[in-house]
């Protein structure tokens, strides 16, 4: 991000400009500041390359659309699913059935959409990053910028989690689950797609839980004795999620609530860390106060010797 200033900007304390006692007016931008307009413009170009990169991804998956459609999102239907072998399960073959005259059409682009967007998320994430990066100092970059990464990568684990773990154990309990043996289970396609990309989606942004403690943290606005309070209150939130994104059985629930359970654990001792390098940070500038104080106060005493 360029930085620009206004040319036709006059000296703090000029007419117009400067507010009493030559303090700057703060409606002006100083000397490295980015104008306002400027700061929209930058938005709008990393909005739209955010969208561009949607866009490269989703047209990327138009062209290997009968792999992503077959070998990925139809995986879970087939018994030899290689999670199904993992979990030493006894897969059932799941039926899909088209009961509209769109369904097929939306979801295959509505599900190609979707990979797209999965695809291209740690794109829209850095170009957020590189949006706010040229306004913070240089501590606040480091720690910024770990999490920007730890975003991207809780997001894919989050995604993996709902992919690899929820839809097929969802699946396969509502596959097994009939009320009368003359009743048969085929799936609608456009409900199928659905599923998976709602479990998967809400999953990755669920895994999120540790990048917002780590802002919330930073900004002072919860502490880490404030989540150990409220541990018990989470673990029934945590819960009430993990009954309605899983089927109700309890495999499947503690299968969903016991990641949550982990990250907020991890929450709580990675909030403890940002509240330790805070006051870290905080005593050596008190410390760097106190120095310059010592400083001037000894200035005079050397002039007059």
Known sequence: MKLTTNPFRKKAGASGDGAAGG?????????????????LEELRWRIFKALGAVLVCSVACLFFAEWVIDEILLAPTRTDF??????????????????????????????VLAVGILIAMPMVIYQFWKFIEPGLYDQEKEGLRFAAVFAAVFFALGASFGYLALMPLSLQFFAGFVIS???INEFDI???FSMITTTTFGAAILFELPVVVY??????????????????YALIVILIIAAFLTPPDPFSQALMAGPMLLLYEGSIWL?????????KDLAKLAAEAAKAAAARNAGPRLDQM
């Open 181 to 183: 043996g003359s009743i």
């Open 215 to 232: 802002f919330l943290a930073k900004i002072g606005a919860i502490t880490q004795a404030w989540l150990r309070l409220a541990r018990k």
């Open 190 to 192: 456009a409900r199928y």
């Open 23 to 39: 303090l700057p007016n703060p409606m002006v931008p100083q000397e490295g500041e980015m104008p306002f307009l400027d700061h």
């Open 82 to 111: 290689f999670v199904y072998e993992v979990f030493r399960m006894d897969a059932k073959e799941i039926v899909l059935q088209n009961r509209t005259i769109t369904g097929q059409f939306f979801a295959y682009f509505g599900t």
């Open 271 to 279: 909030c403890g860390v940002v509240e330790r390098r805070r006051a």
